[in-house]
Every structure is written in C-alpha cells, then in structure tokens.
C-alpha cells in the first residue's frame, strides 16, 4: 500500500514539475518576445531618430545655402554618409532646352581618384528621358535602381566602368517642383542594393526638400530679371545697362589700350505710330526694332567688325519708350560703332508690317567713345543721347559722333528751357509780320505771323532754336493760341483802316491740330475779332498733316465751315502723296524757301518749283513761294505763274508798326 501511496505522490510532483516547466517556457518566450519587440523599437526608433537628423541637416544646409550647388553638394555628402554609399553625383535638367541633363561635376567622393574614370564617362553623357537610369528616373519621376546582376542592366552604360571600380549597385531619385522633375541625385553602392519603403520614402522627402531650394532660387532669378529686364522686349533695362557700362569704364581704368563705345538710338516719329495704329502697334513695333538690334549685332559681330577687332560683351537695352542703348564692347577704333551705326540705320529702315500695314520707321543715332575720357558713365550715356538730339535736329536717319560743342550747346538749350517758362510772362515774345505779296505789281496782299523772343541776356533767340524747345515741353499749343488771338486782332486793326481784305497766315504746329480744342479756339477768335471771312490762313506742314491725314482731313473740314484758308507750308520737303493732297481741302500750296533760293543757278529747283506751281493750279490752289531774294529768283517765280510771292526781295519780317508803314508807302492805307 506504500508502494502505491509513493507512486500516486511521485506523479503528483512529475504533473507540477511538467506545469512549472511549461510555465518557464511560456514566461520565457514572452520575456524573449518582448525583448524582440523592444529591441525592434529601439532599432527603428534610432532609424527614425537617423532619417530625422539626416532630414533636418539637409534642410538645414538648404536654407543657409548660397547657391542651389552648394545645398545639392551637402545633401550628396549627407546621404552617402547615411547609407553608407562611397559615391554620389548631381545631374540638373537644362534650365533652357528642357530636353536632356546637365550632367554636373558636382559629386561627393572620398575615394582620392579611385573613380575619376567613372566620373569622366558620367560627365561626357547627355542623358536624355531614355537613358541610362538619370533618364528612367526622370521618365518615371520616381526612385529608381539598378543592380550589376540585373536582367536589364545593358540598358545602364556605365554599369561596366562601376564595376571595374568596384562598385555593384546604382540608386537614384529625383528633385521634384511639383510634378516637375528638376534634378537627379544618383548614388553608387559597393554592394547589392534593395531598397526597401523606408529608404524610398526618406529620398522622395530630401527629393522635395531639395525642390524647394530650386524653387526659391528659381523666384530670386525670376524677381532678379524682372529688376533689371524690359518686361515687353526683355532687353536689359537703364539699370543693368549702367551696370555693364561702368564695368566696362573700370577696366578701361585697368587694361591699356581697352576702348568701348555707346550708341543711343530713338525711333524717329514713333509717336505717329503708337497715335495713329493704337498701342498694341506701338509695342509690336518696339518688339520688331529690339529684335532688328539684337539680330543685326549679332550678324555685324560674325562679320567681324573692323580689323583686328574681335569684339567684346556688346549689350543691347531698352531705356524705356522707343529709347535703346548699346554698349559695343572692346571696339579698336571709333570707325567701328560707325560702322555698326550705319548698319543698323539700314536695318532699321526696312518696312515692318503692323496691324496689316507696312509701315517705316526710320532712326537717329548719338554715339559716345570711351577714348574722350569719361570719369563717369552717366556723362557718357548723357552725351550720346546729346548726340542722338543733334541727330533728330539735322533730319533724322542719320548717326552723329558726340563733340564738347554739342554739350555748350545742350547746356544753353536746358537754359532755354527754364527762361522759355517765364518769357511769355514777361513780355519777351512778340509777333513780326512778313509781307505777301503779288509779283506782278509788288503789291501787300495779306501777312504771315512770325514768333520772335527777345531775351533779355541772350538778345534774339530764333525761332528754328525756341520753337523745337516750346514743342517738347509743351509750351506751343498755349503760344499757338495766344499768337492766333494777337494775330487776328492785328489784322482786324487793318482790315478796318484800310478796307482791305488783307489775310493773316499763322502757323499751326503738330501738337496743335491733334489737340481737340483747336477748332473751338479759332470759332471763338474769329468771333470776338470780327475779321472778313476768308482772310484767317492757316498753315500747316506736311509732315504735320500726313502724320494722321484721316484726323486732319476731319479738322480741315471743320475749319473751312468756319471760313478760314487752309495752307499747306515746306511743300515738297516732306512725304504727302498725291492720292491724299487731293483728299484735303486746302486752298493754299507753300513752295519750301529750300527750292526757291539760288533756282536761277540750279536747274533741278527751278524744276521742282515749275511742277509744284504746275500740280497746284491742276488741282485749283493758290501758290506762295516764299524765300525769294533776288530780281532773278522772283522774275522766274512770275514767270511760273506763282500768286503770291514771300522773300527779303520785297519786305523782312516786320514789327507791326513797320508793317503799316509799309503800307503808307505804297499808297495801301488811306
């Protein structure tokens, strides 16, 4: 029975013994199970803590980077270092084309040359969207990787040359804008590479981070541009001009024998083309004449643009309006900005086609040298605008070279300027009057208004000096008034003591017909003068009426309802086309002093005058040839058959006074 008591107890202890042991193994693989865990956490959570630093230190590194190469040259030095990867590179896509890499010198090697071959073959590619993995990583705008043992690994051309260098893997992944890829980073690995999602993940976040640095950069040199750049030509700008120029003057100032040269040039009647077509014409035209410049500089500069001068960092910009510059860098002498000048004068002058209408328009060069000894560039840019006034003055399409003389002169001019504000004011200006004449018996038929200025320092300022001065800035449409009042008044004084239906011609410049208030003026002088109908004149040149013939086609019309006489003045010095003289309504054709002086000597103004006189009464106008100075020239002029004849033959222009006495003497006024 003992026995038996023993056996029971001794299977009670083996049951707990077997219990316990299970017990301990159960405990035992949960400790190990949670050890496993724990272990796992901590090695992703130093993982994690890894890729955060690594995020944080690229980031960082970007936004205190003064360049996007030296923000791209830490994230390839942080990244091999994470991965342990021996070898990293840079490829940008090309800022202009868009089409292949620009497979940088950028890398990040510690190898002291190991891979310099593998890196002159990577350097020589152009890797374009189908080559190579640059190109699979920019067609797929993912990471991507190929390893030595792969099935496509023909398709990579530098695999052969890695692996002779001992390397067996490739990784790459892209910098992104968005959905636009901008960069590659590309990494070479010494072992078979598998990238798992971690890894992945990480380089699609340092791919955006980087993206960003682009993308500031990208808005500095956008905002940079727009700062020193011409939005409508996108010609550099008065600023960046003045910024090569004075790089040019400073190595002037280090290297013997440098010489440059700025050319100023302006659009000659601009003006009527931005009026008459409209402003979308005017900036078409402006786009036209920046391209001509550029293209013709860039053909004068493949022609070579004199001997022994191979040419610099030439500029073209827009100064604003339809004012250009040019900076014609490292000339050899000053026959080559002549050069360039007249090439681009005939450049210029070809017909451009705006809104369907052929139109020309010419241009007038100033020119500057840096030999005149400049010490500062804002005096040279100052002297070739100088320059480009003279130009405009002489008739347009032309060049002129600066002088000192010139300056003397634009100098008086600003004088001019100021006191020209304050002469009317001070009763400087006053009227003359030239007699008109009928050459067959000598007699005063009417009078033609002149504007004199006498300065009180300067004495007698012409007018072909003062008037050019009161239309730039503004002042002739007031003097044009005030001379049409004081003119008709005078005339009514006339009319009354003589009973004569003498006329009075004043002038009318450009600004004044484009002005709306012109036809008002001339309805209320003539209202509160009460001169004969008919006897007002008004006279015009022809450039100032072809500028716009449809609008001075309207005034004219409205003028003559008025009753006044509508001259049209200088004729034959300008561009008026038969097709349009016949549509105006004028009354009166001027023969230019410039045919009239020395036609008994030179046969081709003799001619000119007989057509004019001849193309005048054809179409039923009266003639007046003025400028006559001789027996001879008035003698021809009658024989013509002109009506009306105006010249220091017969009188100078007159103060009133003398005018009435004029009179007296051949017996006018009783």
């Avoid at 901008?182 to 690995?189: D, K, N, P, R, T």
């Avoid at 598998?194 to 955006?208: S, V, Y």
């Avoid at 500062?376 to 605008?385: E, F, G, P, Q, S």
């Avoid at 001065?469 to 001379?483: C, H, R, T």
Wanted: glycine share 8%; with cysteine.
């Amino acid at each position: 029975m003992s026995d038996s008591i023993n056996d029971a107890e001794s299977a009670v202890a083996d049951a707990e013994i077997a219990r316990l042991n299970r017990r301990l193994r159960r405990e035992s693989a949960a400790r190990h199970e949670a050890e496993a865990i724990a272990e796992h956490g901590l090695r992703d959570l130093f993982q994690r803590q890894q890729e955060i630093g690594l995020l944080e230190s690229i980031a960082a590194a970007s936004n205190e980077a003064d360049s996007v190469e030296d923000a791209m040259r830490h994230a390839l030095a942080a990244v091999c270092k994470f991965a342990d990867w021996p070898l990293g590179h840079l490829l940008l896509v090309d800022g202009d084309a868009r089409s292949t890499f620009d497979s940088t010198m950028i890398w990040h090697d510690e190898s002291s040359g190991r891979y310099d071959a593998l890196r002159a073959l990577t350097e020589s590619i152009a890797f374009g969207r189908s080559i190579g993995l640059p190109g699979r990583v920019w067609e797929s705008s993912a990471p991507a990787w190929v390893n030595s043992n792969s099935l496509d690994a023909n398709a990579h051309p530098r695999l052969p040359e890695a692996e002779r260098a001992g390397l067996r893997s490739l990784f790459a992944f892209p910098v992104m804008i968005g959905t636009e890829v901008v960069a590659v980073l590309e990494f070479f690995s010494m072992k078979h590479q598998t990238p798992d999602e971690a890894l992945l993940r990480l380089m699609g976040q340092i791919g955006m981070t980087l993206g960003r640095v682009v993308e500031r950069r990208r808005t500095k040199d956008r905002l940079m541009h727009d700062a020193l750049h011409d939005p409508l030509t996108q010609l550099g700008n008065r600023k960046l001009f003045l910024d090569r120029l004075q790089q040019a003057h400073l190595r002037a100032q280090r290297v013997p024998g440098y010489q440059f040269s700025v050319l100023f040039i302006d659009l000659d009647r601009f003006k009527g083309v931005n009026d008459g077509l409209g402003h979308q014409a005017g900036d078409q035209l402006i786009i036209a004449t920046a391209n001509r410049m550029t293209n013709s500089l860039r053909h004068i500069d493949m022609m070579s643009r004199g001997e022994g001068d191979v040419g610099g960092a030439d500029f073209v910009a827009r100064m604003g309006g339809d004012e250009f510059t040019i900076l014609l860098d490292n000339i050899s002498n000053e026959r080559v900005p002549v050069r360039v000048a007249e090439r681009l004068l005939s450049v210029m002058a070809e017909p451009v086609v705006l809104d369907e209408q052929q139109v020309i328009v010419t241009a007038s060069i100033g020119i500057a040298l840096s030999a005149s000894g400049y010490t500062d560039v804002h005096n040279m840019l100052r002297d070739a605008d100088t320059a480009m006034y003279y130009a405009k003055q002489k008739g347009r399409a032309r060049w002129v070279m600066f002088d000192t003389a010139m300056q003397d002169n634009a100098l008086r001019r600003l004088k001019l300027e100021s006191e020209l504000r304050l002469a009317q004011g001070r009763g400087e200006l006053w009227l003359a009057y030239q007699p008109i004449v009928t050459p067959r018996d000598g007699q005063i038929r009417g009078f033609e208004a002149l504007l004199r200025w006498d300065h009180p320092v300067y004495g007698a300022v012409g007018p072909a000096e003062f008037i050019p001065v009161a239309e730039e800035i503004g002042l002739i449409v007031g003097m044009g008034g005030w001379i049409l009042r004081n003119a008709c008044n005078q005339l009514r004084t006339w009319q009354q003591d003589s009973g004569q239906p003498l006329t009075m011609s004043v002038n009318l410049s450009a600004m004044q017909l484009s002005d709306d208030r012109l036809v008002a003026l001339v309805a209320q002088t003539l209202s509160e003068t009460g001169i004969l109908a008919g006897t007002l004149k008004l006279e015009l040149t022809e450039s100032a009426v072809m500028a716009d013939p449809d609008h001075a086609l309207d005034i004219f019309r409205q003028l003559r309802e008025l009753g006044v006489k509508l001259c049209l003045d200088d004729f034959g010095t300008g561009y008026s086309s038969l097709s349009q003289l016949r549509r105006l309504p004028l009354d009166t054709l001027k023969i230019d002093r410039s045919f009239v002086t020395q036609m008994d000597r030179q046969d081709d103004k003799r001619q000119i005058a007989e057509v004019v006189v001849m193309l005048a009464h054809t179409l039923g106008l009266d003639v007046v040839a003025e400028g006559a100075e001789t027996a001879a020239e008035v003698a021809l002029l009658q024989g013509m058959g002109a009506d009306f004849v105006q010249g220091y033959y017969y009188y100078k222009p007159m103060k009133a006074d003398a005018a009435g006495a004029a009179w007296r003497e051949q017996g006018v006024l009783r």
